[in-house]
């Protein structure tokens, strides 16, 4: 059955909206200087899309379309804005030079010294008038474009909660008159540990999926990093930042390696070594060497670049330094202790010391609240009672976390593993 136009439509403007929704906003808030209004122009952009591409076809540039179509509503709405501030002289003439100056800055950019949108909005987002909780909300949803169940996911809480959270947010931020702009180098510390985490959290995004048909989004991974290595120009003293770009390079060098042709997720230890890419390795050993040489301890993302450093100078994975995997870890639950940092080091002690200690490790964590709906929890325990030879257990945990995920991929992996430990069960292995 041939499907309609207007399918076809929707579909473009979906993935359209996917890529380019961040710019979009990024560039209308950088005219009416409010993010909370950026976003709904930006969606009422879509809606026109929505309305006339079905019909109209879609254009050669959809991204552009939608751009200059939320630039045009932005300016009608400034336009409006100044009509009704004329009316009260003592603000008449403030309306009129924000008029003229609005439309001054369609005609050409401003001189700055960082000239990228995109990073405008993820400093602006994350204020420091917002908690660091409302900041990486706000910031994933209006840069990285993921849905607040995606952000509730990585975040370990409720949905209704994420969502009060971006809606609060941005109504503190017009309250308050945040202003649209790059703040100075004194003000830049105070929402530095913050925007690295949205980084990492819209990395970690691309790089594992976690909703959809898709194992990773590499768009998103895309992003991050550019977003990363701006930063890095922006403040070339902070460890923390080579830090975080260090991590990204060297996790983004396994993108091709972590499916199969068929697109069918690859665990680390069944990847091809080959297929990493030189590049992006060279590039992250050599911002860690940065982070490093800049002195003092080591902050989390550096530690979690050592730790994938450590992967990507063995040549292959029984050559993985297991034992210093584990000495990091244990680093890192110093700098900054969470269950998901102990469940990763679960892993590296069972690789390093035995699966019964790395089981050991996990049982610990059985009861622990934020990892309740973890799947990685039951993944992690069914792969180590695989390696105890309890295979039915196995079965059981590794069909109770593809029941947890929301990644179709990532289901059919786990599902995959069960029938794996019931064969092996049937058959007394």
């Given amino acids: 059955m041939t499907e309609s136009p207007d399918s076809d439509a929707h579909r473009a403007i979906e993935a359209v909206w996917r890529i380019e929704s961040a710019r979009i906003i990024a560039g209308v808030a950088r005219i009416v200087g409010d993010v909370g209004v950026a976003e709904d122009l930006a969606h009422d952009a879509l809606v026109a899309a929505l309305e006339r591409w079905p019909a109209a076809g879609v254009p050669e540039n959809p991204g552009a379309w939608l751009m200059t179509a939320a630039k045009r509503r932005a300016i009608d709405r400034l336009r409006h804005d100044a009509v009704l501030d004329r009316k009260h002289a003592e603000i008449g003439r403030d309306a009129e030079r924000r008029r003229e100056t609005v439309v001054s800055e369609l005609e050409s950019a401003i001189d700055d010294p960082v000239g990228d949108d995109l990073l405008r909005l993820v400093l602006t987002s994350c204020h420091p008038v917002l908690s660091r909780e409302a900041r990486v909300a706000l910031t994933l949803r209006l840069v990285g474009g993921l ?5 509730a996911r990585a975040f370990l809480v409720s949905e209704p909660t994420i ?24 003000e830049r510390a105070t929402r530095l540990a913050s925007v690295l985490e949205v980084i990492y959290l819209i990395f970690n995004e691309g790089y594992a999926a976690t909703a959809g048909d898709d194992w990773m989004r590499p768009a998103l991974c895309d992003e991050a990093l550019r977003l990363g290595r ?12 080579h830090g975080l770009v260090a991590l990204m390079e060297l996790q983004a060098s396994r993108l091709h390696a972590r499916t199969d042709a068929n697109g069918r997720p690859v665990l680390l230890a069944d990847q091809d070594r080959s297929r990493w890419d030189p590049l992006l390795i060279r590039r992250g050993l050599a911002a860690l060497e940065r982070a490093e040489s800049l002195g003092g301890t080591l902050g989390p993302y550096a530690l ?15 050559e993985t330094d297991w034992a210093q995997i584990v000495a990091l870890y244990d680093a890192l639950a110093q700098v900054a202790p969470s269950p998901v940092v102990e469940l ?21 964590l059985s009861g622990e609240p934020s990892l309740a709906r973890y799947h990685w929890l039951p993944s992690v325990r069914g792969d180590l009672l695989a390696k105890l030879g309890r295979h039915e257990a196995a079965r059981a945990e590794f069909e109770r976390a593809a029941a947890m995920t929301q990644n179709g991929r990532e289901r059919e992996l786990l599902l995959e593993r069960a029938r794996q430990m019931s064969e092996a069960s049937a058959g007394g292995g």
């Fill in 163 to 186: 969502a009060q959270r971006i809606v609060r947010a941005k109504r503190t931020l017009s309250a308050a008159k945040v202003p649209f702009e790059v703040p100075r180098a004194d």
């Fill in 230 to 241: 701006i930063l890095a120009e922006l403040a070339k003293e902070e460890s923390e930042v």
């Fill in 304 to 318: 979690q670049a050592a730790l994938a450093a450590c992967h990507a100078r063995a040549h292959s994975a029984a």
């Fill in 344 to 364: 990763n080091r679960a892993v590296a002690v069972g690789m390093a010391f035995g699966p019964e200690a790395g089981f050991a490790v996990v049982e610990q």
């Fill in 147 to 151: 849905e607040t169940g995606e952000i």
